[in-house]
């Protein structure tokens, strides 16, 4: 959503499991550079940052599960003659789709979460899994 003052509101989410003691991160590919991201997209008019969080992962990622609301990390970038704002949320992964929405245009990988750190590019976002990674440790 944009507001007047071309600032674009916009939602991501952080997906995660745990299992045998040990989180994985799924990490989707961006259709224009090809490096690893998380799913992220406007909030439109009368959505809220959780739902945009949700849709964003199952369009992007084809996986479901539950957002925990709770905002972990926020960013601004240059975008569209205007700055994006960017709300953070966990996602605990509950399912995982065979075929999705943009399964043509995109990879999708699950790493350990230190793996995911190293894989991503921009500083942003692997500020955004550190505080995944302190928001995780706080939770037990």
């Known amino acids: 959503m944009r507001t007047d003052n071309n ?10 499991l745990t299992e045998k003691g040990r989180v994985r991160i799924l990490l989707i590919t961006s259709r224009k550079s090809g ?12 959505d809220s940052p959780v739902y945009t969080a949700m849709k964003e992962a199952m369009e992007e990622a084809g996986i479901s599960g539950e957002i925990i609301p709770e905002v972990i990390f926020r960013y601004r970038y240059p975008k569209w003659d205007g700055l994006c704002h960017v709300s953070v949320y966990p996602l605990r992964v509950s399912g995982l789709l065979k075929h999705f929405e943009e399964e043509r245009e995109r990879k999708r990988h699950w790493f350990e979460l230190d793996e995911a750190v190293a894989a991503v590019q921009k500083t942003v976002l692997k500020e955004a899994l550190t505080a ?8 037990g």
Not at 132 to 139: A, S
């Open 7 to 16: 600032i674009y509101n916009q939602a991501a989410a952080v997906p995660f």
């Open 35 to 46: 490096n690893w991201i998380f799913p992220k997209g406007l909030i439109e008019p009368g």
């Open 132 to 139: 995944f990674k302190e928001y995780h440790l706080k939770q």
